[in-house]
């Protein structure tokens, strides 16, 4: 597979694929049994996130090289918020020997390529994306993995608090995504104040207001 979009069931057509996923649905619980059936729950996770919506930040351009192309893909996977925990990326060209040459041999334009990749990723604003996601993995408790929950889509995400938030009460909250700044409402999660600039991990989104917690009490636990 080079691409998301080749991640599919190749039929010809019809109701192939629906007869196919009942095979698995129905079969015999067995090994074969369950890496079906975990497949076509993956196929569904991604057609439902559609990760190739997501674009790069304006004026990112990710290069067309195919180390280029899959970082781009990873980093839509990232933002589409499909649970993604390990990504990999591989680039070859290394072996150069005699073919080395200078700032524009071999060696030069591999390294050349692989900066640019790494460097439209962090501007595209997948950086961000996986610092929430690293964040919510691994300092909020009960943080949401294991399938797609809009509360949850900006788990993770570092906020600031603009407008305190009285005790059991509601402030405003500021943070950025893809080059743009949004607020939000925000009431502390354990019903704490929050004050006006201070910094803040979003945990979840519900009827339009944030509830987050302090990045001091979230950096202790990383």
């Keep these: 597979m080079n691409s998301i979009d080749e991640f599919?069931?190749?039929t010809n057509g019809g109701d192939a694929e629906r007869r196919l996923e009942a095979l698995y649905r129905t079969g015999k619980a067995d090994l074969i049994h369950g890496s079906g059936s975990d497949m076509f729950e993956a196929l569904k996770v991604l057609r439902a996130a559609n990760p190739q919506q997501y674009k790069p930040a304006a004026g990112v351009t990710y290069p067309r090289s195919p180390f280029g192309q899959r970082l781009l893909q990873i980093a839509q996977l990232i933002k589409a918020g499909v649970g993604l925990e390990v990504a990999f990326a591989d680039v070859g060209g290394w072996d150069t020997h005699?073919?080395?040459g200078a700032a524009q041999g071999q060696?030069?334009?591999r390294l050349r390529d692989f900066g640019?990749?790494?460097a439209a990723l962090v501007a595209?604003?997948?950086s961000f994306a996986l610092q929430a996601l690293l964040i919510a993995r691994w300092a909020i408790p009960g943080a949401r993995a294991d399938h797609i929950d809009q509360r949850y889509l900006l788990q993770g995400t570092l906020a600031r608090v603009t407008d305190d938030a009285p005790a059991d009460g509601t402030g405003t909250l500021v943070y950025a995504l893809d080059g743009h700044e949004y607020t939000l409402p925000v009431r502390s999660m354990d019903g704490t104040a929050l004050s006006a600039g201070m910094d803040v991990v979003i945990d979840r989104v519900?009827?339009?207001v944030a509830y987050a917690e302090?990045?001091?009490?979230v950096?202790?636990?990383l």
């Design 124 to 126: 595209g604003g997948a």
């Design 219 to 221: 950096e202790q636990r």
């Design 8 to 10: 599919s069931i190749r």
């Design 98 to 100: 005699v073919n080395q």
């Design 107 to 109: 060696l030069a334009n």
């Design 206 to 208: 519900e009827d339009g």
């Design 214 to 217: 302090s990045w001091a009490l």
């Design 116 to 118: 640019d990749s790494i």
